[in-house]
């Protein structure tokens, strides 16, 4: 029943069934958990959504999960960012993107590379721009970014499309190719 009212709800909002719907519709205990982890992200206010999109792009080329670059290039357009903002990501370019923004993107490369503790001049960089509140949600939106793009990875879930501009996908994938090898 939890399944068909999924099923109902990706309609609804999207017009058609999600690959990641599907993904998990075979355990009940997992849809419950994931619409959980989904409510909790979309219910945070204080992280305008352009942000928020910019946020879980950089959070997925970082982690290169392409169902969730797809996902949130689909959300940064949407909201408004240009391709060139999205480009300028793995630099933290303050002229395209802003000192907040790359503070923000600062602290959320710490999150995903080095998880266990988060030099304090990254933490105090961003507190210049943010409050503590901001400060809770940004951490959120990371951690639940992450938990998305590897729990996608790791099924193997594909794209949806949701990028209209194909090339734009490809490009922002073999970015993220380009910044996980620097990585390593």
Not at 42 to 54: G, S
Not at 57 to 74: F, P, Q
Not at 102 to 119: C, D, H, N, S
Request: proline content about 3%.
């Amino acid at each position: 029943m939890k399944v068909r009212g999924a099923f109902e709800a990706d309609e609804e909002r999207e017009g058609r069934v999600r690959n990641l719907t599907r993904a998990v519709a075979s355990s009940t205990t997992t849809l419950q958990a994931t619409t959980r982890a989904l409510h909790m992200f979309v219910t945070l206010k204080r992280v305008d959504a352009r942000t928020c999109a910019l946020l879980c792009l950089y959070t997925s080329i970082l982690n290169g999960c392409r169902y969730c670059i797809d996902d949130a290039a689909g959300a940064a357009f949407e909201h408004g960012v240009s391709l060139e903002e999205m480009f300028a990501l793995p630099d933290f370019s303050i002229a395209i993107l802003g000192s907040r923004l790359a503070a923000i993107l600062r602290f959320a490369e710490a999150m995903v590379l080095t998880p266990i503790e988060i030099p304090n001049e990254i933490v105090t960089g961003l507190k210049a721009h943010v409050d503590d509140e901001e400060l809770l949600e940004i951490s959120a939106i990371v951690a639940m970014k992450c938990f998305w793009n590897h729990f996608a990875s790791a099924l193997r879930i594909p794209p949806e499309g949701r990028c209209g501009d194909k090339s734009a996908f490809r490009s922002l994938c073999d970015l993220s190719d380009t910044v996980r090898r620097r990585q390593a």
